[in-house]
């Protein structure tokens, strides 16, 4: 029997069958948005799965059918601006769960049930593979909150498509479809919703088919240069992420967001 990962029912439903452990993100009435308590389980679980013997590959998915997770949540925001001890909490589990997923020598699999926006982007990013239904979109909007694109997204996207087209979406801010997402590499697949599982379980079977020493090892040959890459550039990402939560321009953003209106930005 796997580990016992009750702990985190509040926030994570967690479920094991046959060396697979199925993560889910569960936030639905708020599409699966970023909370404090989500948060710091998403900073601490990775451990216990990765010393896990009866763990051999994970599945990341997340409740509802309509995202994977919408990332920042403005009331969340809001809270961050006026309640500064939430915010010096999130900078250091922001770093592990990054670490983290990438530490893990387990196989992670991100299924992709619905849109990947920010911080859920950053998350599927984590991943080995990114299985996504064609309907899904992914973008990193950090920008049109007004904020820097520290929490990952600066480092996983460039290594996945490359700095050009990085630097497109992620000063932007803009979206993309699943099959536009599979074209540039920045996911394995999009296929049909009725297709997900099917496609998902291929590739579990394939994984879990093959010797679990050689492919734990060469997944730490391969993530090497992202850890190095993490390293390097999450505590800058962290700091000028918090200089831009700050700033009169986020502020800006969560108030029109809460509106339903578009900010006016001044750059202070």
């Known amino acids: 029997m796997p580990r016992n990962y009750t702990a985190y029912e509040a926030n994570l439903r967690i479920g094991y069958e046959d060396r697979i452990l199925t993560v889910t993100l569960h936030n639905p009435e708020r599409m699966n948005a970023n909370t404090p308590e989500m948060h710091a389980a998403l900073s601490t679980v990775w451990d216990e799965i990765n010393d896990d013997p009866e763990v051999q590959l994970v599945i990341l998915t997340a409740a509802g059918e309509r995202a994977f997770s919408a990332g920042g949540d403005p009331v969340m925001m809001e809270r961050m601006i006026e309640e500064k001890e939430h915010w010096w909490q999130t900078v250091p589990e922001a770093r592990r769960i990054v670490f983290r997923m990438l530490e893990c020598e387990k196989p992670i699999i991100a299924r992709v049930q619905g849109h990947a926006v920010g911080f859920g982007a950053t998350l599927a990013l984590c991943a080995d593979l990114i299985v996504a239904v064609e309907t899904a979109k992914f973008g990193d909007p950090h920008v049109q909150a007004g904020l820097a694109c520290g929490d990952g997204g600066a480092l996983l996207w460039a290594q996945h498509v490359g700095y050009a087209k990085a630097k497109e979406f992620l000063f932007t801010g803009d979206l993309l479809t699943a ?64 200089i831009s939560t700050y700033s009169e321009d986020h502020r800006a953003a969560v108030k029109a967001m809460q509106k339903k209106e578009t900010p006016r930005f001044t750059g202070k």
């Open 179 to 242: 099959r536009e997402a599979a074209e540039i590499g920045l996911i394995n697949h999009a296929v049909p919703r009725e297709e997900l599982d099917a496609k998902v379980d291929e590739l579990a079977r394939k994984i879990l088919s093959g010797a679990p020493q050689a492919i734990r090892l060469t997944k730490n040959v391969m993530n090497l240069p992202l850890r190095q890459a993490a390293h390097a550039t999450m505590d800058l990402g962290m700091a000028n992420e918090t």
